[in-house]
């Protein structure tokens, strides 16, 4: 089943801009983590943030989690050609009854030179 | 520190044929382990994962099946490939932190 579900599926931004990717969720969560993948390649962890926090910044990465409406937001400051990338969010329901964390679909994110 | 391996890297196999990936982790003890399956351009689909020896929870049914021969083992298998499993299979594992740790990937194409 699918938990998070990030939009928009695509984004193209110019190297310099902020890009901002969302993250809406179903459940209750323990935690809510951001990845990265390059293509054809395995995941990277972002960042993690838990369900009692609501901000958490790390480098030029900045998530914030919204746990009424059930929805995250990963913005990446001063983007660069390296950030070119597909995002994903993942949800960590681990304790309640089961132990697994579900990923959405994915953001492609594009940095135009 | 934590390493994770996967082999093949890649894989060509006929339809009907047998599969076994095999991913093993150093590094750490009693790891939560997860196979998840990535088709061309999409999200990660969680297909089994264990939190033991010997403890298998499935997420999807389908022909493939996963074991937990040791503590840092996990294998994927199928006893005869269809043409939907071709994709990117990924094992990853878990820390007491929450993070997962991802294996470099086997890319399988069922032909």
């Known amino acids: 089943s699918q938990q998070g579900e990030e939009d928009p599926q695509a984004l193209s931004i110019q190297e310099g801009e902020n890009a901002t990717m969302n993250c809406s969720y179903k459940?209750?969560?323990?935690?809510l983590q951001w990845y990265r993948q390059n293509s054809g390649r395995g995941l990277v962890h972002l960042i993690l943030?838990?369900?009692?926090?609501r901000e958490k910044h790390s480098g030029r990465l900045r998530v914030t989690l919204d746990t009424s409406k059930k929805s995250s937001s990963l913005l990446i400051t001063a983007s660069r050609a390296a950030d070119t990338a597909s995002y994903f969010c993942?949800?960590?329901?681990?304790?309640?009854?089961?132990?697994?964390?579900?990923f959405g679909k994915g953001t492609r994110l594009h940095i135009l030179p | 520190s934590q390493t994770i391996h996967q082999w093949p890297a890649t894989l060509v196999q006929p339809v009907g044929s047998p599969l076994s990936l095999e991913c093993t982790v150093e590094?750490?003890?009693?790891?939560?382990l997860y196979w998840y399956r990535q088709a061309a351009g999409r999200g990660l689909q969680l297909l089994f994962y264990?939190?033991?020896?010997?403890?298998i929870s499935s997420e999807v049914p389908q022909n493939l099946s996963a074991s937990r021969p040791q503590d840092r083992q996990f294998i994927l298998s199928s006893k005869k490939l269809l043409l939907s499993d071709s994709g990117f299979y990924l094992c990853?594992?878990?820390?007491?932190?929450?993070?997962?740790?991802f294996g470099p990937g086997t890319r399988l194409t069922v032909t």
């Open positions: 990853a594992w878990r820390d007491m932190t929450y993070e997962q740790y």
């Open positions: 459940t209750s969560i323990n935690n």
């Open positions: 943030i838990r369900s009692n926090e």
């Open positions: 993942a949800t960590d329901t681990s304790g309640n009854r089961d132990d697994k964390i579900i």
């Open positions: 590094g750490t003890s009693n790891p939560n």
């Open positions: 264990s939190v033991g020896i010997g403890q």
